[in-house]
Protein backbone atom coordinates (compact mmCIF):
# COMPACT_ATOMS: atom_id res chain seq x y z
CA UNK A 1 0.00 0.00 0.00
CA UNK A 2 1.45 3.35 -1.12
CA UNK A 3 1.96 5.84 1.69
CA UNK A 4 -0.30 8.88 2.55
CA UNK A 5 1.38 12.06 2.29
CA UNK A 6 0.83 14.35 5.74
CA UNK A 7 -2.00 16.89 5.18
CA UNK A 8 -0.41 20.48 3.86
CA UNK A 9 2.23 18.95 1.99
CA UNK A 10 2.94 20.82 -1.65
CA UNK A 11 2.27 17.56 -4.36
CA UNK A 12 3.31 18.35 -8.07
CA UNK A 13 -0.12 17.67 -9.97
CA UNK A 14 0.38 17.13 -13.35
CA UNK A 15 -2.63 17.80 -15.26
CA UNK A 16 -3.68 15.09 -17.98
CA UNK A 17 -2.75 17.33 -20.75
CA UNK A 18 0.83 17.60 -18.90
CA UNK A 19 0.99 20.84 -17.60
CA UNK A 20 2.85 21.04 -14.04
CA UNK A 21 1.62 22.84 -11.12
CA UNK A 22 2.16 23.03 -7.61
CA UNK A 23 -0.46 22.35 -5.21
CA UNK A 24 -1.38 22.26 -1.24
CA UNK A 25 -4.14 19.88 -0.54
CA UNK A 26 -5.52 22.20 2.21
CA UNK A 27 -9.48 22.59 0.63
CA UNK A 28 -12.57 21.51 3.33
CA UNK A 29 -12.50 18.24 1.01
CA UNK A 30 -8.61 17.80 1.41
CA UNK A 31 -9.61 18.52 5.56
CA UNK A 32 -12.00 16.14 5.59
CA UNK A 33 -10.12 13.31 3.66
CA UNK A 34 -7.37 13.85 5.86
CA UNK A 35 -9.61 12.80 8.85
CA UNK A 36 -10.48 9.69 7.17
CA UNK A 37 -8.00 8.61 4.74
CA UNK A 38 -8.54 4.89 4.44
CA UNK A 39 -12.26 5.73 3.62
CA UNK A 40 -11.34 8.49 1.00
CA UNK A 41 -8.80 6.28 -0.22
CA UNK A 42 -11.25 3.40 -0.51
CA UNK A 43 -14.00 5.47 -2.12
CA UNK A 44 -11.63 6.34 -4.96
CA UNK A 45 -9.90 2.88 -5.73
CA UNK A 46 -13.52 1.72 -5.82
CA UNK A 47 -15.14 4.12 -8.33
CA UNK A 48 -11.67 4.15 -10.40
CA UNK A 49 -11.97 0.30 -10.38
CA UNK A 50 -14.93 0.62 -12.55
CA UNK A 51 -13.57 3.63 -15.07
CA UNK A 52 -10.47 1.65 -15.76
CA UNK A 53 -11.69 -1.61 -16.33
CA UNK A 54 -14.87 0.18 -18.36
CA UNK A 55 -12.87 2.26 -20.52
CA UNK A 56 -8.89 1.20 -20.15
CA UNK A 57 -6.14 2.89 -18.60
CA UNK A 58 -5.88 5.26 -21.75
CA UNK A 59 -9.96 6.28 -22.24
CA UNK A 60 -10.07 7.08 -17.73
CA UNK A 61 -9.88 10.40 -17.47
CA UNK A 62 -9.31 11.40 -13.24
CA UNK A 63 -11.54 14.01 -13.51
CA UNK A 64 -14.23 11.97 -13.95
CA UNK A 65 -12.94 9.92 -11.04
CA UNK A 66 -12.79 12.44 -9.11
CA UNK A 67 -16.51 13.80 -10.06
CA UNK A 68 -17.94 10.56 -8.78
CA UNK A 69 -16.03 10.53 -5.64
CA UNK A 70 -16.52 12.91 -2.43
CA UNK A 71 -12.74 14.36 -3.17
CA UNK A 72 -11.23 16.33 -5.75
CA UNK A 73 -8.73 15.84 -8.82
CA UNK A 74 -5.91 17.68 -6.06
CA UNK A 75 -6.80 14.90 -3.44
CA UNK A 76 -6.38 11.66 -5.78
CA UNK A 77 -2.61 13.30 -6.77
CA UNK A 78 -2.30 14.08 -3.03
CA UNK A 79 -2.75 9.74 -2.56
CA UNK A 80 -1.97 8.28 -5.82
CA UNK A 81 0.92 10.55 -6.91
CA UNK A 82 -1.05 10.69 -10.71
CA UNK A 83 -3.14 8.53 -13.12
CA UNK A 84 -0.59 5.84 -13.30
CA UNK A 85 -0.12 5.12 -9.68
CA UNK A 86 -3.86 4.91 -9.19
CA UNK A 87 -4.48 2.42 -11.66
CA UNK A 88 -1.24 0.18 -10.80
CA UNK A 89 -3.12 1.01 -6.96
CA UNK A 90 -6.05 -0.36 -8.73
CA UNK A 91 -4.27 -3.46 -9.88
CA UNK A 92 -2.93 -4.09 -6.65
CA UNK A 93 -6.17 -4.59 -4.90
CA UNK A 94 -7.73 -6.58 -7.69
CA UNK A 95 -5.01 -9.29 -7.30
CA UNK A 96 -4.53 -9.37 -3.84
CA UNK A 97 -8.43 -10.04 -3.14
CA UNK A 98 -7.97 -13.35 -5.44
CA UNK A 99 -4.84 -13.90 -3.45
CA UNK A 100 -6.52 -13.58 -0.05
CA UNK A 101 -9.25 -15.83 -1.19
CA UNK A 102 -7.11 -18.39 -2.03
CA UNK A 103 -5.60 -18.20 1.19
CA UNK A 104 -8.78 -19.39 2.98
CA UNK A 105 -8.76 -22.76 1.18
CA UNK A 106 -7.97 -25.61 4.05
CA UNK A 107 -5.54 -27.00 2.33
CA UNK A 108 -4.09 -29.22 5.42
CA UNK A 109 -7.16 -30.86 6.23
CA UNK A 110 -9.18 -31.56 3.67
CA UNK A 111 -9.16 -34.31 1.44
CA UNK A 112 -6.42 -33.27 -1.57
CA UNK A 113 -9.33 -33.82 -4.00
CA UNK A 114 -11.87 -31.81 -2.04
CA UNK A 115 -9.14 -28.84 -1.44
CA UNK A 116 -8.66 -28.76 -5.29
CA UNK A 117 -12.53 -28.58 -5.65
CA UNK A 118 -12.75 -26.16 -3.36
CA UNK A 119 -10.01 -23.91 -4.66
CA UNK A 120 -11.38 -24.31 -8.18
CA UNK A 121 -14.69 -23.13 -7.21
CA UNK A 122 -13.35 -20.47 -5.37
CA UNK A 123 -12.01 -18.61 -8.36
CA UNK A 124 -14.84 -19.93 -10.45
CA UNK A 125 -17.02 -17.95 -8.16
CA UNK A 126 -14.55 -14.69 -7.64
CA UNK A 127 -14.38 -14.53 -11.12
CA UNK A 128 -17.89 -14.70 -12.01
CA UNK A 129 -18.73 -11.91 -9.60
CA UNK A 130 -15.32 -9.68 -10.15
CA UNK A 131 -16.24 -8.89 -14.55
CA UNK A 132 -13.82 -5.25 -13.69
CA UNK A 133 -11.34 -8.03 -11.99
CA UNK A 134 -10.98 -9.86 -15.82
CA UNK A 135 -11.24 -6.88 -17.74
CA UNK A 136 -8.07 -5.07 -15.95
CA UNK A 137 -6.68 -8.44 -16.52
CA UNK A 138 -7.41 -7.99 -20.17
CA UNK A 139 -6.49 -4.29 -20.35
CA UNK A 140 -3.12 -5.00 -18.41
CA UNK A 141 -2.39 -7.44 -20.99
CA UNK A 142 -2.90 -5.16 -23.86
CA UNK A 143 -0.28 -2.90 -22.19
CA UNK A 144 2.19 -6.21 -21.74
CA UNK A 145 2.18 -5.67 -18.24
CA UNK A 146 3.99 -2.80 -18.24
CA UNK A 147 2.24 -1.01 -15.15
CA UNK A 148 2.30 -4.60 -13.14
CA UNK A 149 6.25 -4.62 -13.57
CA UNK A 150 6.25 -1.21 -11.61
CA UNK A 151 4.52 -2.16 -8.96
CA UNK A 152 6.00 -2.51 -5.41
CA UNK A 153 4.17 -5.68 -3.81
CA UNK A 154 2.53 -7.32 -7.45
CA UNK A 155 5.10 -9.79 -7.82
CA UNK A 156 5.25 -11.18 -4.27
CA UNK A 157 1.76 -11.92 -4.99
CA UNK A 158 2.42 -15.41 -6.99
CA UNK A 159 4.12 -17.18 -3.57
CA UNK A 160 0.83 -17.69 -1.74
CA UNK A 161 -0.98 -18.64 -4.64
CA UNK A 162 1.43 -21.51 -5.42
CA UNK A 163 1.83 -21.99 -2.25
CA UNK A 164 -1.02 -23.05 -0.98
CA UNK A 165 -1.76 -25.14 -4.45
CA UNK A 166 1.86 -26.29 -3.91
CA UNK A 167 0.84 -28.01 -0.53
CA UNK A 168 -2.60 -29.92 -1.73
CA UNK A 169 -0.30 -31.38 -4.72
CA UNK A 170 2.79 -32.58 -1.95
CA UNK A 171 -0.23 -33.77 -0.12
CA UNK A 172 -2.27 -35.50 -2.73
CA UNK A 173 1.42 -37.33 -3.95
CA UNK A 174 2.20 -38.79 -0.73
CA UNK A 175 -1.30 -40.12 -0.50
CA UNK A 176 -0.63 -41.86 -3.77
CA UNK A 177 -3.73 -40.10 -5.15
CA UNK A 178 -2.04 -37.23 -7.83
CA UNK A 179 0.43 -38.06 -10.57
CA UNK A 180 4.18 -37.13 -9.57
CA UNK A 181 5.24 -34.68 -12.77
CA UNK A 182 2.44 -32.08 -11.99
CA UNK A 183 3.46 -28.38 -12.19
CA UNK A 184 1.99 -26.33 -9.70
CA UNK A 185 1.96 -23.30 -12.58
CA UNK A 186 -0.01 -25.50 -15.05
CA UNK A 187 -2.86 -26.01 -12.51
CA UNK A 188 -3.20 -22.51 -11.57
CA UNK A 189 -3.21 -21.89 -15.60
CA UNK A 190 -5.48 -24.49 -16.08
CA UNK A 191 -7.94 -22.94 -13.90
CA UNK A 192 -7.42 -19.38 -14.40
CA UNK A 193 -7.92 -19.86 -17.87
CA UNK A 194 -11.88 -21.75 -18.10
CA UNK A 195 -12.47 -19.25 -15.39
CA UNK A 196 -10.91 -16.35 -16.78
CA UNK A 197 -12.49 -17.11 -20.44
CA UNK A 198 -16.03 -17.96 -19.34
CA UNK A 199 -16.35 -14.01 -18.07
CA UNK A 200 -13.74 -12.28 -20.72
CA UNK A 201 -15.46 -14.20 -23.94
CA UNK A 202 -19.24 -13.91 -23.03
CA UNK A 203 -20.16 -12.10 -25.87
CA UNK A 204 -18.10 -13.09 -28.27
CA UNK A 205 -18.93 -16.66 -27.57
CA UNK A 206 -22.59 -16.18 -27.49
CA UNK A 207 -22.51 -14.28 -30.28
CA UNK A 208 -21.01 -17.09 -32.49
CA UNK A 209 -22.55 -20.01 -30.42
CA UNK A 210 -25.57 -18.83 -28.89
CA UNK A 211 -24.71 -19.71 -25.47
CA UNK A 212 -24.26 -17.35 -22.68
CA UNK A 213 -21.76 -19.11 -20.65
CA UNK A 214 -22.95 -17.35 -18.06
CA UNK A 215 -26.49 -18.42 -17.81
CA UNK A 216 -27.10 -19.43 -14.33
CA UNK A 217 -28.99 -22.21 -15.56
CA UNK A 218 -25.59 -23.81 -17.15
CA UNK A 219 -23.72 -22.43 -13.75
CA UNK A 220 -23.16 -25.97 -11.79
CA UNK A 221 -22.79 -27.71 -14.59
CA UNK A 222 -19.42 -25.12 -15.48
CA UNK A 223 -18.68 -25.40 -11.96
CA UNK A 224 -18.33 -28.79 -11.47
CA UNK A 225 -16.77 -29.35 -15.11
CA UNK A 226 -13.44 -27.39 -14.20
CA UNK A 227 -13.30 -29.54 -11.12
CA UNK A 228 -13.67 -32.93 -12.91
CA UNK A 229 -10.95 -31.33 -15.70
CA UNK A 230 -8.48 -30.17 -12.73
CA UNK A 231 -8.80 -33.55 -11.10
CA UNK A 232 -8.84 -35.51 -14.55
CA UNK A 233 -5.58 -34.38 -15.08
CA UNK A 234 -4.19 -34.56 -11.68
CA UNK A 235 -5.31 -38.27 -11.97
CA UNK A 236 -4.41 -39.40 -14.84
CA UNK A 237 -1.55 -41.84 -15.81
CA UNK A 238 1.63 -39.72 -16.44
Not at 7 to 20: C, F, H, I, M, Y
Not at 61 to 75: F, H, P, Q, S, Y
Not at 119 to 147: C, G, K, W, Y
Amino acid sequence: MRKVREPGTKVNLRSEGGSLATQTPDSPVAASAARDPERTRSEILAVATHEFADKGFAGARVDEIAAKTRTTKRMIYYYFGGKEGLYISVLEQAYTGIRALEQQVDVEHLDPAEAIRQLTALTFDHHESHPDFIRLVSIENIHRARHIARSEILAGLANPALDALTRILDRGRAAGRFRDDVDPIDVHMMISAFCVFRTANRYTFNAIFKRDMLDPARRDHYRTMIGDLVLEYLTASG
